[in-house]
């Protein structure tokens, strides 16, 4: 039979078509051509005079009998010159004796290239020159190996050279090489360019079945974050606490200073015994706990959801870090920045561009929705501060740190009302702070920033960071539900922003589903395909039509060309194994690798052979153990 492994009748028209333009790896996915492919039984019937022609091999051809060892030698055997290493002696080489014969080797002219001691750097520098001095030789591997890093490479660090003096037990000084060993290739199938000018409307691409890059790589790096941990050094292991493990700093700039509580305090991930899950620890350092009643002001914190804050688990105290501690878990949110690293970076270059108004409304909208859940539960935020508000993705903020002061200040207790207006005050010194590009600590005169304030933004702006700077008044205060009113008009372009944000990652979500249900599919092929053993019948998956989806198997992944060359064509394989997961009535003809065997079998029959197959499996993993009688 011929070694046919398509069918003959081309597609439709209409049939989608996908192709790899743009992709940095064009050998691996290829355009899939409709086109009948002429098979060996119609090249041998279209070959003249193939018929008469005597083959190559049978048994009337003579066996292969090898030349004695004795024949005719090789010129290279005794006529080549010696090998000399370069930098040898010169002595040793001139008592090598040769032979008289004819050497086939004869040397250049030219003395071969060996760079010794290049400094790129240095502009008097020559090729071959003997001068070793203190220069790079970029080919001793002495010296690749000394620059090599000895811990952990930490990607994630915006300062590497801040992260020495007191935090050297965290993480050590990086060195001029601090490139990692094996660095994340989140670009390996970037697309370089959409290609879209010469497809026609029903063609697709490679990574239109996919996730996009984008979002593909900023998942990946998240995870990345959530999975690091630290190099074990002796000496350097943090503790755990309780059922948390793997510490991991997440303060890149090490201070020990006061912070917003008033004590030192630190920023740990950790992951949980119990659930496997990945929290954010902060350790209020040297506190010590008088009232086991303060401790329980945690609870309320508890029964707070919100999109805007991050979630509070639980507060403990500790004597792991050999002194007396207080640990408070929320929940972690990877690669999240503060807005004060966001909107005052240490940038030597000058300062930042000014913020959009789209996003100072974005702002206030979102801290003006968390304050107003926390105000309805009878709390108050008190963590309206620039380094304690968290971006943790594109114009999306949190309220972090929460229900800290609560503890902290447990002895010195304030009435909820003051507190909350102190929350509206905090707000607008916040909103101010970043529209004016001024720190909080140097809004000393509110005056000057908000005449600045009126000159770049809208007078809405100006009256409602205004109001919020105002003190209140003794006939009505001011309130939390007030400002949500008033923000309506922005809150709707928010929700906006929201529901196409939603929009847009369900879209993503449907192509990883079309995924998912390949990924199934291919798993049941693959539990099926090549069992060695079942039920045993040692020939079980070559039997029946088990036989079948291996012929499939074969269709599916293992196709070549006229030539014998391998078809690895990522559309002709999705297309497959679609029309099976949907089991329609198209028909396709397998043949078996010695042409022995041929098969007409639809993709719905295919699907109740694999779905019976796989069903025997199952039947045989949930039968319960023999028991044995003693």
Same mark, same amino acid.
């Given at each position: ?13 209409c049939?989608v ?11 691996l ?6 086109r009948?492919? &002429? ?6 019937k279209a ?7 005597? %083959?190559?091999?049978?048994v ?7 030349t ?8 290279f ?28 080797y004869?040397?250049? &002219? ?12 240095t ?22 190996n000394q ?6 490479y930490?990607p994630y660090? $915006? ?10 037990s965290y993480? @050590? ?10 660095p994340? *290739? ?9 290609g879209?000018? @010469? ?5 697709? *691409? ?6 996009p890059?984008?979002?593909? +790589?900023?998942?990946?790096? %998240? ?10 050094q ?19 700039k090490?201070r ?6 008033g004590?030192p305090?630190w ?14 620890l ?11 009643e303060?401790?329980?002001a945690v609870?309320?914190? #508890?029964?707070?959801?919100h999109p805007?804050?991050v979630?509070? =688990? ?10 007396s ?15 004060? +690293?966001?909107?005052?970076p ?37 963590? =309206?501060?620039?380094t304690?508000?968290?971006l943790?993705?594109k ?8 229900s ?6 447990? $002895?010195? &207790? ?17 909103i101010?702070?970043?529209a ?12 000057l ?12 702006l #100006? ?8 003190p ?13 009113? /008033? ?13 196409n ?10 192509? $990883? ?5 390949l ?13 060695p +053993?079942?039920?045993n ?5 070559e039997?029946?039509?088990r ?7 074969d ?5 070549? /060309? ?11 394989i999705?297309?497959?194994?679609? #029309?099976?997961?949907a ?10 690798r ?9 993709? %719905? ?10 069903? /025997? ?5 949930n039968k319960p ?5 003693y």
């Amino acid at each position: 039979m011929p070694p046919i492994r398509r069918r003959f009748s081309s597609p439709p028209p209409c049939a989608v078509k996908l192709t790899l333009e743009g992709s940095q790896d064009d050998s691996l996915f290829r355009v899939l051509e409709h086109r009948k492919v &002429p098979t060996q039984l119609e090249k041998h019937k279209a070959s003249p005079g193939v018929g008469s022609a005597k %083959k190559s091999l049978n048994v009337d051809s003579p066996s292969f009998t090898p030349t004695q060892l004795g024949g005719k030698k090789s010129n290279f055997s005794t006529n080549a010159t010696p090998f000399t290493p370069r930098g040898a002696s010169t002595t040793t080489a001139s008592t090598l004796q040769q032979d008289n014969g004819a050497s086939l080797y004869k040397p250049a &002219p030219f003395p071969d290239f060996a760079p010794q001691n290049y400094d790129l750097n240095t502009a008097s520098a020559t090729n071959g020159s003997a001068d070793s001095g203190s220069l790079y030789d970029p080919f001793a591997m002495s010296n690749v190996n000394q620059a090599l890093p000895t811990t952990q490479y930490n990607p994630y660090a $915006e300062d590497h050279n801040t992260l020495a003096g007191p935090g050297a037990s965290y993480y @050590t000084a990086q060195n001029s090489y601090t490139a990692p060993s094996q660095p994340l *290739q989140y670009h390996l199938y970037y697309p370089i360019s959409t290609g879209r000018e @010469t497809m026609q409307p029903y063609q697709r *691409q490679v990574y239109d079945l996919f996730l996009p890059e984008s979002l593909r +790589e900023d998942l990946q790096k %998240k995870s990345e974050a959530t999975r690091q941990v630290l190099p074990s050094q002796p000496g350097v292991q943090l503790p755990s606490l309780q059922h948390y493990h793997s510490l991991v700093p997440l303060d890149t700039k090490i201070r020990n200073t006061a912070s917003t509580f008033g004590l030192p305090s630190w920023a740990f991930k950790a992951t949980s015994r119990k659930n496997g899950n990945t929290f954010c620890l902060r350790r209020i350092e040297g506190f010590r706990l008088t009232n086991e009643e303060a401790i329980k002001a945690v609870n309320s914190w #508890k029964k707070i959801i919100h999109p805007n804050i991050v979630t509070t =688990i639980e507060a403990f105290t500790t004597r792991d870090f050999n002194d007396s501690s207080l640990v408070f878990v929320h929940s972690y949110h990877p690669l999240s920045k503060t807005l004060a +690293e966001h909107h005052f970076p240490n940038n030597r270059f000058g300062r930042p561009p000014p913020v959009s108004e789209k996003v100072l409304w974005s702002y206030l909208v979102q801290i003006a929705s968390a304050i107003k859940a926390i105000h309805k539960a009878k709390l108050a935020a008190r963590c =309206i501060d620039i380094t304690k508000i968290i971006l943790t993705d594109k114009n999306r903020i949190r309220l972090s740190a929460c229900s800290i002061l609560d503890v902290l200040h447990f $002895e010195v &207790p304030r009435r909820i009302d003051e507190l909350q207006q102190e929350d509206l005050l905090n707000l607008g010194r916040l909103i101010l702070s970043i529209a004016t590009n001024n720190p909080p600590r140097n809004l000393t005169d509110l005056r000057l920033p908000l005449e600045q304030l009126s000159r770049t933004y809208s007078a809405e702006l #100006k009256e409602r960071v205004s109001w919020l700077l105002s003190p209140p008044s003794s006939l009505s205060a001011k309130s939390a539900e007030h400002l949500v009113y /008033d923000l309506a008009h922005h809150i709707d372009d928010t929700l906006v922003a929201s529901f196409n944000a939603q929009d847009e990652v369900t879209t993503h979500l449907g192509r $990883e589903l079309e995924n998912g249900r390949l990924v199934r599919l291919m798993a049941k092929l693959g539990s099926i395909n090549e069992r060695p +053993e079942f039920d045993n019948d040692p020939n079980w998956a070559e039997t029946s039509e088990r036989y079948t989806l291996k012929l499939f198997r074969d269709y599916v992944f293992h196709q070549v /060309d006229a030539q014998g060359n391998p078809v690895v064509d990522l559309g002709h394989i999705i297309s497959c194994l679609n #029309k099976l997961d949907a089991g329609i009535d198209e028909r396709i003809y397998l043949t078996s690798r010695d042409h022995q065997s041929t098969f007409v079998v639809s993709y %719905k029959e295919l699907k109740k052979q694999t779905q019976g197959a796989f069903n /025997d499996l199952l039947k045989a993993a949930n039968k319960p153990p023999a028991s044995r009688g003693y």
